[in-house]
Each structure stands twice: as structure tokens, then as C-alpha cells.
């Protein structure tokens, strides 16, 4: 396993006190730093202490924020797409608002009409993305899904595996070398796709769920992963007629390299820490 820091990233001092690592990059931090930057308010001290030392982990307030791993440039235009859909940073907003945006972003990054199927897709993210059906989503998590978004559309897999950091690469190797069982370097792609939905954490106390930040990763991931055979996603009823390519894709052979690409977009979205209670995995 990569070695931690010695130092809180904080205050920089080494204490013997205890130091909370984050489950993504090698920094540490005292809760009394994290709480005194206000990074921490009182009700997630107690996810920290509970959960940074498990295997479950916790992730810092860099690796929290998918939306800091946008370029420059892509923070720019997703911010034009909002100001041109009248989405107003740091504000809720109902179903409305993200159906409208979503169509505006479908005419204007794909040149296409977005049609029923695809809407009720959309739809379900909103409701993914809003748990507690109060008929809005919070800011955060909109930038959340949106960034995932961004980097699934405009990144190459070898960019996205880039992205990911020694620990993240550690524990994909850990789930490959499980799953290659036979050891000859190879599984199949059916294997290489379950393992998406286990980069998740699971989140078991019931209080929590209430002000969790959710996923709803149905179709545009999904496409992702199945962009070789077009862009129907294997749930819709128009893409059961091919079940012989989804046979072929789950038996086709997957190796480490492959398998990390694959997994990429999926490892980089769980890692907020409030992320993917409400997963909809592909199916
Ligand atoms: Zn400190
Ligand atoms: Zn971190």
C-alpha cells in the first residue's frame, strides 16, 4: 500500500496524536484541523472517526470534490452551459430546470433531440439524485454529477486512468487479481463490468442516508462502457434484440490494462464520500 504522509496537511505538524488518513491520496489531517478550517462540520467528525481507519475509509475535501478534477477550460464551458440554461451556482433545482438543461445540452453537444426514452432516463437520475422526493436536487450534487459527466464524455479511458492515484490503483489491482482466479493475467468482461458497482461504499447506518450525496449513473456511464456497440443502453427494451453481443461482450477476455480502463470513471465517482448510496448500477 502507498505510504501515507507523515505531517497533517493542515498544520503541518507531526503530533502523535492521531491522524486521519483519506482513503484516496497519501494526505492526513487532525479532525481538529479539519474542523477549525470548517471542513468538517459536526455531523461528518463522527463519519471521519468512524470510518477513516476501516477499510470503508474517508476521503478529503480534495478527493471529496470531483469538480476540481475539471480543466480550466471544461469548469468554463460547463459554466457557460449553465449561465445559457439560466441555472443559477449554488442553487437548487427541480425537475424542470435539469430536464430543460439536459435538452439543451442534448442539441448542443450531440445535435440531437433528446427522445422520450432518453428523458425518462433523465428522469430517474433526477430522482436518483433526490431521494427524499422533494422534487429538487441540491447544487452539489448537480456539480457532482455533471463533472462526472464531463470527464466520461471528453476524457480518454488511458486520461481517466491517469487520474487515478496509487491507492486507487492498489485496490483495482487487489479486485483483479481476486477475480483472475486462474491467474493467466485474463477475465472476462462480464467479471470486468460487475466490478463497477464495487467501488461504492456502503454506507449501512440508517441516519445517514438522509443527507447522503447520491449517484444516479444510469444511462450516460453505461454507454460509456458499452460505447463499442452503440448508444442504447443494455436496460432499454430496444437493446434486447442483441443478445448475442452481450454474450460476446461478457465473455470476452479483459486484462489488467483493460480492466482498469474500464473501472476508471466508476473508481473516480465513488470517491466522495457521500457517493453512490442510491447507485443505479447498469444491469
Ligand atoms: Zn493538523
Ligand atoms: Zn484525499
Not at 95 to 109: C, W
Not at 120 to 142: H, V
Not at 150 to 179: D, G, H, M, P, Y
Request: hydrophobic content about 35%; glycine content about 4%.
Amino acid at each position: 500500500m502507498p505510504v501515507n504522509d507523515e505531517m497533517c496537511e493542515i498544520c503541518e505538524v507531526w503530533t502523535a496524536e492521531d491522524l486521519y488518513p483519506c482513503r484516496v491520496c497519501t494526505r492526513v489531517f487532525h479532525d481538529g484541523c479539519l474542523r477549525e478550517m470548517g471542513y468538517l462540520r459536526n455531523d461528518s467528525v463522527q463519519e471521519l472517526t468512524e470510518t477513516a481507519h476501516t477499510s470503508m475509509g474517508w476521503s478529503c475535501y480534495y478527493c471529496d470534490n470531483i469538480n476540481l478534477l475539471l480543466t480550466e477550460e471544461e469548469m468554463y464551458s460547463l459554466m457557460e452551459t449553465f449561465k445559457q440554461c439560466k441555472i443559477i451556482p449554488e442553487s437548487c433545482l427541480g425537475s424542470d430546470d435539469f430536464l430543460s438543461y439536459k435538452h439543451f445540452v442534448s442539441r448542443q453537444l450531440f445535435d440531437e433531440q433528446m427522445t422520450e426514452e432518453m428523458e425518462e432516463l433523465e428522469l430517474g437520475q433526477f430522482s436518483a439524485l433526490d431521494p427524499e422526493k422533494r422534487g429538487q436536487i441540491e447544487w452539489a450534487d448537480f456539480l457532482y454529477h455533471e463533472s462526472i459527466r464531463v470527464l466520461e464524455k471528453f476524457r480518454s479511458q488511458n486520461s481517466l486512468v491517469r487520474l487515478l492515484t496509487a491507492k486507487e490503483r492498489e485496490r483495482a489491482r487487489a479486485s483483479f487479481t481476486a477475480l483472475d482466479q486462474d491467474k493467466d493475467g485474463l477475465i472476462t468482461g462480464g467479471e470486468s463490468k460487475k466490478a463497477q458497482h464495487t467501488w461504492f461504499r456502503k454506507h449501512t447506518k440508517e441516519s445517514q442516508s438522509c443527507n447522503v450525496r447520491l449517484v444516479g449513473l444510469c444511462s450516460p456511464v453505461l454507454n460509456f462502457s458499452i460505447s463499442h456497440v452503440g448508444p442504447i443502453s443494455e436496460s432499454s427494451p430496444a437493446s434486447s434484440g442483441s443478445g448475442k453481443s452481450r454474450d460476446q461482450d461478457e465473455n470476452r477476455q479483459v486484462d489488467w490494462l483493460e480492466f482498469l480502463k474500464e473501472n476508471a470513471i466508476y473508481i473516480l465517482a465513488a470517491r466522495p464520500n457521500s457517493g453512490a448510496v442510491h447507485l443505479r448500477p447498469p444491469l
